[in-house]
């Protein structure tokens, strides 16, 4: 996939780490002084999606923030690519969701997660079709829904929702599609309705005659986003990382105050104005530490992930993540 890099140099600096909130709990928590990162080279594989590794790039404050850690974003890459470069070795960082890193754990994969993008859920959901007659979850038996992959964002969005339901995932004709026909699935009557996420969803969402039946508000979600890296890189470069959470915790209060970060974002990578209008109503993500509040939640999800079959045993959690407010 083709891709465009640029890369920030830093001067050496002492900074404070910044405060962010306690996962979950509502108690604020506020980090130490810390070295801004170290002399290496943090190269980002960044997502054509308007998370924070991937709109902080710009921002006036990362040079200073980084320190002493230069940083080279590669991008923007799908996120199939993404994985393929650090894992390759010619990337450092990238970006996924909770569900695809507890995956990526339970087969042996060497990542390191450093921050959580907390949302609230409603980003994630099942949109009925238009002309489907699907006007509740109980409709869905014997329908088509439409997700990218089993085991995936969208696989869990239809477990979690039919758990408040009289009907079963067995009881649904699941249908494994690429995101690129979604639309065109969803419109035409091929499909009955989508299980996804992100864009996907918000596009579901602003088709005339759509109902959402239901987001990740309306069950106990823990599907989120988070930032990795290689584990290699974090045990030799423990200060970039952390350097690299603060940048984004900076750019999490800057998106709060200025949500346009994120819409603008989205109408750079080819959102038109309807789903990106769609997407200025999801809840606007705060970047958290993976504190042992954060890996309860990892922890939960995990669980789940066993639950449902997605996953054979539980990853160990605390061995693959890195506390950069500690």
């Known amino acids: 996939m083709s891709s465009t890099s640029h890369s920030h140099r830093r001067p050496c600096r002492l900074f404070a780490a910044i405060c962010a909130a306690a996962l979950l709990a509502g108690a604020a928590a506020c980090g130490t002084s810390a070295q801004a990162g170290d002399d290496a080279t943090m190269r980002v594989a960044y997502l054509s999606t308007a998370n924070y590794l991937t709109t902080v790039r710009d921002e006036p404050f990362l040079d200073e923030t980084m320190g002493s850690t230069n940083v080279d974003f590669t991008g923007p890459y799908n996120p199939t690519d993404a994985y393929a470069a650090v894992l390759s070795g010619n990337a450092d960082a990238t970006s996924t969701g909770t569900g695809s890193f507890i995956k990526f754990l339970a087969q042996g994969q060497p990542w390191t997660a450093f921050a959580i993008e907390y949302y609230n859920g409603d980003s994630q959901g099942i949109v009925a079709a ?10 869905l038996a014997g329908k088509k829904v439409a997700i990218i992959k089993r085991g995936g964002t969208g696989d869990y969005v239809l477990h979690k929702a039919l758990e408040g339901s009289n009907v079963g995932v067995d009881d649904v004709d699941v249908v494994e599609m690429s995101p690129s026909n979604f639309q065109a699935a969803f419109t035409s009557g091929q499909i009955d309705a989508l299980s996804s996420f992100d864009q996907n969803l918000a596009a579901a969402m602003a088709t005339p005659g759509a109902k959402l039946l239901v987001n990740g508000k309306d069950y106990d979600n823990h599907n989120v986003s988070i930032h990795i890296v290689s584990r290699d890189f974090a045990t030799k470069h423990p200060e970039a990382v952390k350097a690299m959470y603060r940048a984004l915790v900076k750019e999490s209060e800057a998106a709060a105050k200025r949500p346009a970060i994120i819409t603008d974002a989205y109408r750079q990578f080819g959102a038109s104005d309807e789903v990106a209008d769609q997407v200025s109503h999801f809840d606007v993500p705060k970047i958290l530490p993976i504190d042992a509040d954060g890996r ?12 449902f079959g997605f996953i054979d045993e539980m990853p160990d959690i605390k061995a693959t993540t890195m506390d950069c407010d500690a």
């Open 296 to 307: 309860a939640m990892l922890e939960a999800q995990a669980k789940e992930y066993v639950d």
């Open 130 to 139: 238009p002309g489907s007659g699907v006007e509740s979850l109980d409709d």
